[in-house]
């Protein structure tokens, strides 16, 4: 449970920053520095959630739906990248990861 309210925490303070108006630091979704990083943390699923109520923010823009979805997306695969050991960077780059971790754009798997 202790998880699930800092999941719920931190999707509202990245919805926060992510609510800054357009003109000034919308654009950016700094909401993913929040939302992460609980990816990261507590797994895909935590992430996905905190992303979701992250990029709620973004709904009433243009591409809003497509923007939630694309950050839900990113916080699962973050999250499953650091239950497998590997960032998602690290993953396409150390050598040491690449037998653990898989990059599809370079071509290489578990």
């Given amino acids: ?12 303070a990245g919805f926060a920053l992510n609510s800054l ?5 919308g654009p950016l979704l700094l909401g993913r520095v929040v939302t ?14 905190a992303a979701v109520i992250g990029g709620a923010a973004t709904r009433g823009s243009s591409l ?6 694309l950050l839900s997306l990113e916080g699962v695969l973050v999250g499953l990248f650091s ?3 590997c960032t998602a ?10 037998s653990r971790c898989s990059c599809p754009s370079a071509g290489w798997s578990r």
């Avoid at 800092?6 to 509202?12: D, E, K, N």
């Avoid at 809003?64 to 979805?69: E, K, S, T």
């Avoid at 960077?89 to 690449?98: G, I, K, M």
């Fill in 36 to 49: 992460l990083p609980v990816a990261i943390l507590l797994g895909p699923w935590f992430g996905g959630l």
């Fill in 21 to 25: 108006p357009e003109v000034t630091l």
């Fill in 1 to 12: 449970m202790q998880r699930f309210g800092f999941a719920i925490l931190c999707g509202v």
């Fill in 83 to 85: 239950r497998r050991g």
């Fill in 89 to 98: 960077r690290a993953t396409c780059v150390r050598p040491s990861c690449r």
């Fill in 64 to 69: 809003g739906l497509i923007a939630i979805i």
